[in-house]
């Protein structure tokens, strides 16, 4: 079945820009959606359909999806970002959704 | 706005069936054709793990990893949809999240999740 990589963890200081990646094979040809999951929280959508953004997601959070690797970049990034991230896709293979492994945003 | 909100046992026994409800709140569960019902966990040091959705019919999809374990159904009356899992083991503790699955695509409303242990 499809697998989406992601790195474990992100490092970012406060105001600089954090890029969170997914990889997967041509995963360029399928369509990726990301979710901030807070400590104890319900996992939130903040980027679909790639580039798409939800009413009330700050445009700092933004997303690309080319060749073998997505990205969710957070820009001006704040304490409240620190989350963690995951990546997922819906393989059209075995017709289920597939998650990245999650990466955790930390904020220096 | 949509909320989704999960129940059930924080601990189940080896070997015993694990049950959960997720009750959906400001709007309901037979919302349209593009959405169904699913249900996702995480283990501990892992990653999230799709288990299975339902439809508001009744029609369901599971992972075939746990097919053989697993029965989710829905009460659309009761704008409830529930989890069942047979058999579990220590492998089967894990946070379980309700969520709305929009067509073949994205879960756009999460449950907080319910973390259920496995233990005797």
């Known amino acids: 079945s499809y697998v989406l990589t992601q790195p474990p963890s992100v490092s970012v200081a406060p105001g600089k820009t954090a890029r969170i990646t997914c990889g997967g094979n041509?995963?360029?040809?399928?369509?990726v959606h990301w979710y901030q999951r807070e400590p104890g929280q319900a996992p939130v959508l903040v980027i679909y359909y790639n580039t798409d953004r939800p009413s009330g997601i700050p445009d700092r959070f933004s997303g690309s999806n080319s060749g073998n690797t997505a990205t969710l970049t957070i820009s001006r990034v704040e304490a409240g970002d620190e989350a963690d991230y995951f990546c997922?896709?819906?393989?059209?293979?075995?017709?289920?959704?597939?998650f990245g492994g999650g990466t955790k945003l930390t904020v220096l | 706005q949509l909320q989704l909100q999960e129940s059930g046992p924080g601990l189940v026994k080896p070997s015993e069936t694990l049950s959960l409800t997720c009750t959906v709140s400001g709007g309901s569960i037979n919302s349209g054709s593009s959405y169904y019902w699913g249900w996702v966990r995480q283990p501990p040091g892992k990653g999230l793990e799709w288990i299975g959705h339902i439809y508001f019919s009744g029609s369901t999809y599971y992972n075939p990893s746990l097919q053989s374990r697993v029965t989710i159904s829905v009460d659309a009356s009761k704008k409830q949809f529930s989890l069942k899992l047979s058999s579990v083991t220590a492998a089967d503790t894990a946070v379980y999240y309700c969520?709305?699955?929009?067509?073949?695509?994205?879960?756009?409303?999460w449950g907080q999740g319910t973390l259920v242990t496995v233990s005797s």
């Open positions: 041509n995963i360029g040809s399928k369509s």
């Open positions: 969520a709305r699955l929009e067509y073949k695509s994205l879960f756009d409303f």
């Open positions: 997922q896709v819906w393989d059209t293979s075995t017709d289920h959704p597939v």
